[in-house]
């Protein structure tokens, strides 16, 4: 499988501030891949580096096989480039502002003509083509962002946080266009919304803390898609049925939490060849006399993964995002 980007142990730092930090990670062409963070975590330095914007301090990035440090101009003539704060001129008309961004990218001619109504077409703008900037909702705006992203047709979209702003139902319309935009190309989509991606993903790569937290196929960093098991029990009997249950073969990842009264809760995932985890569980219980205050199954979700690998209980408060910072 061909890795459109590929980070073997890249660094950035400003200063004193470490703000990525021996990361390594790939993605596949023709993904949607989420790029999932914290504030701080070291998502927007990533971002810029992969888009050739500057190269990391030590390690090695390739997008599309061209080495960031040695060649950043023909990477960035791979990659096209949503930031979050959108570079849009109100006082042009859509199509003016694509053919500006499509000359900038290098394209003259049928090239630059053809480029742009693909690109209109492709974003569904051909309807606002002649009109100003600035008379466009949010969600044609982010639209027109990402249009001028795609001009140059370049086989990566980096978009960094591109639903911020957009109320729910620009938010759908958005990620139904998102979904039609891989295949043929990669999407690298940053976000700090996880049902978000979630929905929209194939792939994921999740860092905290500027190193790598998780990364692969989203079915396989969900577990497959199984169901934790969750189980309630007397304190005096949580870590007697803890250590049973990392004992059987039957489970991949046993923890212990803490609850407000004299109890503990207990969560399980499954291995893959477990057919039924929650009898299983029950009659661990039983064979090790501990009695069981509740017992059900949970959907793994991006949201519990993010919060049991940063080891916090609210990752997204973090550090304030200043450039360095994200």
């Given at each position: 499988?061909?890795?459109?980007?590929?980070?073997?142990?890249?660094?950035?730092?400003?200063?004193?501030?470490?703000?990525?930090?021996?990361?390594?990670?790939?993605?596949?062409?023709?993904?949607?891949?989420?790029?999932?963070?914290?504030?701080?975590?070291?998502?927007?330095?990533?971002?810029?580096?992969?888009?050739?914007?500057?190269?990391?301090?030590?390690?090695?990035?390739?997008v599309g096989d061209?080495?960031?440090?040695?060649?950043?101009?023909?990477?960035?003539?791979?990659?096209?480039?949503?930031?979050?704060?959108?570079?849009?001129?109100?006082?042009?008309?859509?199509?003016?502002?694509?053919?500006?961004?499509?000359?900038?990218?290098?394209?003259?001619?049928?090239?630059?003509?053809?480029?742009?109504?693909?690109?209109?077409?492709?974003c569904g703008l051909?309807?606002?083509?002649?009109?100003?900037?600035?008379?466009?909702?949010?969600?044609?705006?982010?639209?027109?962002?990402?249009?001028?992203?795609?001009?140059?047709?370049?086989?990566?979209?980096?978009?960094?946080?591109?639903?911020?702003?957009?109320?729910?139902?620009?938010?759908?319309?958005?990620?139904?266009?998102?979904?039609?935009?891989?295949?043929?190309?990669?999407?690298?989509?940053?976000?700090?919304?996880?049902?978000?991606?979630?929905?929209?993903?194939?792939?994921?790569?999740?860092?905290?803390?500027?190193?790598?937290?998780?990364?692969?196929?989203?079915?396989?960093?969900?577990?497959?898609?199984?169901?934790?098991?969750?189980?309630?029990?007397?304190?005096?009997?949580a870590e007697r049925?803890?250590?049973?249950?990392?004992?059987?073969?039957?489970?991949?990842?046993?923890?212990?939490?803490?609850?407000?009264?004299?109890?503990?809760?207990?969560?399980?995932?499954?291995?893959?060849?477990?057919?039924?985890?929650?009898?299983?569980?029950?009659?661990?219980?039983?064979?090790?006399?501990?009695?069981?205050?509740?017992?059900?199954?949970?959907?793994?979700?991006?949201?519990?993964?993010?919060?049991?690998?940063?080891?916090?209980?609210?990752?997204?408060?973090?550090?304030?995002?200043?450039?360095?910072?994200?």
């Amino acid at each position: 499988m061909f890795s459109m980007i590929k980070a073997t142990g890249i660094s950035r730092t400003y200063g004193l501030l470490k703000a990525v930090d021996q990361l390594s990670f790939v993605v596949p062409s023709g993904v949607v891949c989420g790029f999932l963070g914290p504030n701080g975590a070291g998502k927007s330095t990533t971002i810029r580096m992969i888009a050739g914007l500057y190269p990391p301090d030590s390690g090695f990035l390739e997008v599309g096989d061209v080495d960031v440090a040695r060649d950043p101009v023909a990477v960035r003539r791979q990659v096209g480039y949503l930031p979050e704060a959108n570079p849009l001129y109100p006082e042009l008309r859509v199509e003016e502002y694509l053919m500006f961004r499509g000359r900038l990218a290098g394209l003259a001619g049928r090239h630059l003509r053809a480029g742009v109504d693909r690109s209109l077409d492709s974003c569904g703008l051909g309807d606002v083509r002649r009109r100003l900037i600035r008379t466009l909702s949010r969600g044609y705006r982010q639209r027109t962002g990402l249009s001028a992203a795609m001009v140059a047709d370049p086989p990566l979209l980096v978009l960094d946080e591109p639903t911020v702003g957009l109320d729910p139902v620009q938010q759908v319309a958005f990620r139904k266009l998102l979904g039609t935009l891989s295949g043929d190309r990669t999407v690298l989509l940053s976000s700090h919304l996880l049902s978000e991606v979630q929905s929209t993903c194939t792939w994921l790569v999740m860092i905290t803390g500027g190193r790598l937290l998780a990364s692969g196929p989203a079915e396989q960093v969900l577990h497959g898609g199984r169901r934790r098991i969750h189980a309630r029990v007397d304190a005096k009997d949580a870590e007697r049925l803890l250590d049973a249950c990392r004992q059987d073969p039957g489970f991949s990842d046993v923890t212990l939490e803490d609850t407000a009264s004299q109890q503990k809760d207990l969560f399980v995932v499954p291995a893959s060849d477990t057919a039924d985890p929650q009898a299983l569980l029950g009659d661990l219980a039983a064979r090790h006399a501990v009695p069981l205050r509740a017992l059900g199954a949970e959907e793994i979700t991006l949201e519990s993964i993010f919060l049991a690998g940063a080891g916090t209980d609210s990752p997204w408060s973090g550090a304030a995002g200043g450039e360095a910072d994200q």
